[in-house]
């Protein structure tokens, strides 16, 4: 069964740090580019990173560059997104989801095949 299991979520204070991480199992992960997500109520979910499999190519949506670092362990199956200077404006549910597909930026949320549960992050001003 394929899972991804993101966590770390929870409420910080503006200009506070989180880290979330996203477990996979069930699939052959290190053949997955993986992409962060997030989406608040009445919105499309919107991309804001995404590393290759190898890890060589890592993108940013431009309102988290220099703040969001997204890393990938692929002999724990996992990858994570240390999210620094966080603002109230950050405040979403976050997803990590796979896609099969190789692309030079943060493909679509529809061309992702596996998605995890999302966890909430709140930043409080």
């Known amino acids: 069964e394929v899972q991804l299991v993101e966590s770390g979520g929870g409420l910080v204070q503006a200009g506070g740090s989180l880290r979330l991480s996203c477990a996979a199992s069930?699939?052959?992960?290190?053949?997955?580019?993986i992409g962060w997500f997030r989406q608040v109520p009445g919105k499309e979910r919107e991309g804001i990173s995404c590393?290759?499999?190898?890890?060589?190519?890592?993108y940013y949506e431009d309102s988290v560059k220099g703040r969001f670092t997204v890393t990938r362990d692929n002999a724990k199956n996992t990858v994570y997104l240390q999210m620094n200077s966080l603002k109230p404006e950050d405040t979403a549910v976050y997803y990590c989801?796979?896609?099969?597909?190789?692309?030079?930026?943060?493909?679509?949320?529809?061309?992702?095949?596996?998605w995890g549960q999302g966890t909430q992050v709140t930043v409080s001003s």
């Open positions: 989801a796979a896609t099969e597909l190789v692309a030079a930026g943060i493909l679509p949320w529809d061309e992702y095949d596996y």
């Open positions: 069930g699939f052959t992960f290190d053949d997955y580019p």
């Open positions: 590393i290759s499999s190898s890890d060589n190519s890592i």
